[in-house]
């Protein structure tokens, strides 16, 4: 097994959120307990229902948020101890969306070399929009864009920008949240080929945050789904997609409308029953929407069961009934 | 259904925007009709031209306009508002532009069932809750007094949906309905439409950008290019015969597992949209195509019929 680049020990996150006027506040645990591990040169993909936790994971990750408890470890250093401009320097986002993601003001040339003016490093003014234009060539963004403006540039261009501001600190480590959900496919495409083409030239590690299941299914090595908080299943992706067994992950599968005429649209048979984040289910937090839940769903949490395919958190497994 | 012609033409600072470009469109009670084509080429103008809920400065003309056997084409908007919402309905690609932020979901649900079809607030509130039922939506009493913001988005949706099904239109027109949500609540969504289309015979036109959503719900495909159709039949034939250069490159660019690698390059489009805007002449793809020739600057082609009730706008379909 490679060696692991960036690892979650228990980490939770806990927000305060107002639960409404004249009701107090409540607290929202958005991301429970995740164990995870980021390993030199993988694909990890994240995946899960809108609101599970994996922003936070993310922006955690970066350092943009503290851990309410739990550690993270940057190649077995708390991240906790590290400054920022080392973190910057081995971590690196790309967000979703190019639109506003991308200061208006800012020209490409300010934006791209923006990290390295704030952590100082590049000092001379030469050398650094040397560096900037370099990044900008690799990303494929033609050097006559360094004084555009993103208002200038289409969707895949602005994002190809968000690619290059990542690229210039010559990281590690690059965090992906939904990085091509608001563009076209045919933007999609170049987009996911430039992460991959980076990727193999830089010798980097990825953890891509996305919803659509095709896509990770096509640039991750391994994945971990997340439901309300937790990590409930990570396994390689070649694995997870020919035989997933957490029940969440089978109805996520079973979802995906892949561009197959004549199969129609499959009946997911999973509940409407949404959980509430702030109050969510007792036992098993998916317990109120699984087909197969047992008595002992709704009393305890499953504790995991890890093994050569991977890691599963469901009673089906850790009782030994499948 | 039938349209012919519809064109949208919208004033911009750089000259005029042929936003639609003479399209034409027949649905079939029952049937399901895919629009699909980047973003920008000109669906949703198209789905609101025909609703007559163009932005103001948009002009709309057209050859042709019947639908349920009635000639629409110069129908005044005291006509369109009768079948508005009751014949016709429409869920929109902002969520937020036909909820009322401080209307009870129970009122906006009824409201235009008593404009409509008049009769008691109580059986209003009946069918109110048979469809929040129906739209899989538990708990559908306690819901009727909640207002949008009180909503997830997920069940924002299913609102809207009960509130376009409320008079059980004949034609229901659904721009991009589950662009926000999460695939497994997409799936179920859809599931639902084609299931109420099967037991009202609704015909429905579905806006998306999604290949995937298009294999699965259409039994026709349009396929838009900047403001035109460029190709268009039966499902199964566009799936397995894509013939104009731009859905071929469409098709290519997205991952479909089995039939590439890990890891693999994905097929590109190179280039940018241009949008048509002034005095077009030729293939407005041309820029991005690897078949253009020549004739693709100059002339302009008509949709020509290919075998199996497909049709398609190309030099290659023009000998
Ligand atoms: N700053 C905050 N204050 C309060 N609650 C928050 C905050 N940030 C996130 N949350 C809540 O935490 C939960 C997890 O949010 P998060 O953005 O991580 O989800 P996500 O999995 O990225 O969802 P999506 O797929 O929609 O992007 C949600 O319920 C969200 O409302
Ligand atoms: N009110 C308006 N004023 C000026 N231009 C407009 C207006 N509404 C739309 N347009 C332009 O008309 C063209 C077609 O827009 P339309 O909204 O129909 O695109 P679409 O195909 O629905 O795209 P998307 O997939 O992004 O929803 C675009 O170039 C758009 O910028
Ligand atoms: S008409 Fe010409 S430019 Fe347009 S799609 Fe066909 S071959 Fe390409
Ligand atoms: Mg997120
Ligand atoms: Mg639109």
């Known amino acids: 097994m490679s060696e692991t680049l960036l690892e979650l020990v228990e980490v939770h996150r806990r927000f305060t959120v107002s639960a409404g006027l004249f009701r107090g506040s409540r607290t929202l645990h958005a991301v429970n307990g995740v164990s995870l591990q980021l390993r030199r040169g993988e694909v990890l993909g994240l995946v899960g229902e809108s609101g599970c936790g994996k922003s936070t994971l993310g922006r955690m990750l970066l350092g943009l948020l503290a851990v309410?408890?739990?550690?993270?470890?940057?190649?077995?250093?708390?991240?906790?101890?590290?400054?920022?401009?080392?973190?910057?320097?081995?971590?690196?986002?790309?967000?979703?969306?190019?639109?506003?993601?991308?200061?208006?003001?800012?020209?490409?040339?300010?934006?791209?070399?923006?990290?390295?003016?704030?952590?100082g490093i590049e000092a001379d003014a030469g050398a650094q929009r040397k560096r900037v234009q370099e990044t900008m060539e690799r990303v494929g963004l033609p050097a006559r864009f360094f004084h555009s403006y993103p208002n200038q540039l289409s969707g895949g261009q602005r994002q190809r920008v968000a690619v290059a501001r990542a690229l210039v600190m010559r990281p590690e480590i690059i965090i992906c949240d939904e990085p091509t959900s608001a563009l076209d496919v045919s933007v999609q495409s170049q987009i996911l080929n430039l992460l991959e083409d980076m990727r193999r030239?830089?010798?980097l590690t990825y953890l891509l945050i996305s919803h659509n299941l095709a896509v990770v299914e096509h640039i991750a090595t391994r994945v971990a789904v997340m439901y309300?908080?937790?990590i409930v299943e990570e396994a390689d992706t070649a694995a997870l997609f020919r035989?997933?067994?957490?029940?969440?992950?089978?109805?996520?599968?079973?979802?995906?409308?892949?561009?197959?005429p004549g199969l129609g649209v499959p009946d997911t048979h999973l509940g409407v029953s949404y959980p509430n984040p702030v109050d969510p289910p007792p036992g098993c937090t998916f317990h109120p929407r699984c087909g197969e839940a047992m008595p002992v769903c709704r009393e305890r949490a499953p504790t995991a069961l890890a093994d050569a395919r991977g890691r599963v958190e469901c009673h089906l497994y850790a009782n030994g009934v499948k | 259904m039938q349209v012919e012609g519809l064109r949208v033409d919208i004033p911009t600072p750089m000259g005029m925007l042929h936003a639609v470009r003479g399209v034409d469109l027949a649905l079939e009670a029952g049937e399901t009709l895919c629009l699909v084509g980047?973003?920008?080429?000109?669906?949703?103008?198209?789905?609101?031209?025909?609703?007559?809920?163009?932005?103001?400065?948009?002009?709309?003309?057209?050859?042709?306009?019947?639908?349920?056997?009635?000639?629409?084409?110069?129908?005044?908007?005291?006509?369109?508002?009768?079948?508005?919402?009751?014949?016709?309905?429409?869920i929109f690609q902002e969520p937020m532009t036909s909820l009322n932020p401080s209307w009870s979901i129970g009122n906006q649900?009824?409201?235009?069932?008593?404009?409509?079809?008049?009769?008691?607030?109580?059986?209003?509130?009946?069918?109110?809750?048979?469809?929040?039922?129906?739209?899989?939506?538990?708990?559908?009493?306690?819901?009727?007094?909640?207002?949008p913001h009180q909503l997830s988005g997920g069940l924002r949706q299913r609102v809207m949906i009960a509130m376009a099904l409320m008079c059980e239109p004949a034609l229901m027109i659904a721009d991009e309905p589950?662009?926000?949500?999460?695939?497994?609540?997409?799936?179920?969504?859809?599931?639902?439409?084609?299931?109420?289309?099967?037991?009202?015979?609704?015909?429905?036109?579905?806006?998306?950008?999604?290949?995937?959503?298009?294999?699965?719900?259409?039994?026709?495909?349009?396929?838009?290019?900047?403001?035109?159709?460029?190709?268009?039949?039966?499902?199964?034939?566009?799936?397995?015969?894509?013939?104009?250069?731009?859905?071929?490159?469409?098709?290519?660019?997205i991952p479909v597992p089995g039939r590439l690698a890990p890891g693999e390059r994905l097929g590109t489009i190179p280039g940018v949209v241009s949008p048509p805007i002034g005095a077009l002449h030729g293939c407005q793809f041309r820029n991005r195509c690897s078949e253009a020739e020549d004739a693709c600057a100059t002339r302009a082609f008509e949709l020509r019929e290919l075998s199996g009730g497909q049709r398609l706008r190309c030099r290659l379909a023009a000998t």
């Open chain 1, 201 to 203: 030239e830089f010798d």
């Open chain 2, 109 to 147: 649900l009824e409201e235009g069932w008593l404009r409509h079809r008049g009769g008691s607030t109580a059986l209003a509130r009946e069918r109110a809750l048979h469809l929040l039922e129906r739209v899989g939506i538990t708990g559908a009493t306690s819901r009727l007094g909640q207002y």
């Open chain 1, 243 to 260: 035989a997933p067994r957490h029940p969440y992950t089978r109805a996520l599968l079973a979802s995906v409308l892949t561009p197959e």
């Open chain 1, 68 to 119: 309410s408890s739990g550690e993270i470890r940057l190649e077995g250093r708390p991240l906790a101890a590290t400054s920022t401009r080392d973190l910057a320097r081995r971590v690196q986002p790309i967000f979703q969306d190019p639109y506003s993601s991308l200061n208006p003001r800012k020209t490409v040339g300010a934006i791209v070399g923006l990290p390295l003016a704030v952590h």
């Open chain 2, 38 to 90: 980047e973003s920008g080429c000109g669906k949703s103008l198209s789905a609101l031209a025909l609703m007559g809920l163009l932005p103001r400065a948009a002009r709309r003309s057209l050859s042709r306009f019947s639908f349920a056997g009635e000639d629409l084409q110069r129908a005044g908007e005291r006509r369109m508002g009768d079948l508005r919402g009751n014949r016709i309905a429409m």
């Open chain 2, 178 to 253: 589950t662009t926000a949500l999460d695939v497994t609540v997409q799936a179920q969504i859809l599931h639902l439409l084609k299931e109420l289309q099967r037991e009202f015979g609704m015909g429905l036109i579905l806006i998306t950008h999604d290949l995937g959503i298009v294999a699965r719900v259409a039994d026709r495909v349009a396929v838009m290019y900047a403001g035109e159709i460029v190709e268009q039949g039966p499902v199964a034939r566009l799936f397995s015969h894509p013939s104009h250069p731009y859905t071929r490159g469409l098709l290519d660019c």
């Open chain 1, 228 to 230: 309300l908080g937790r």
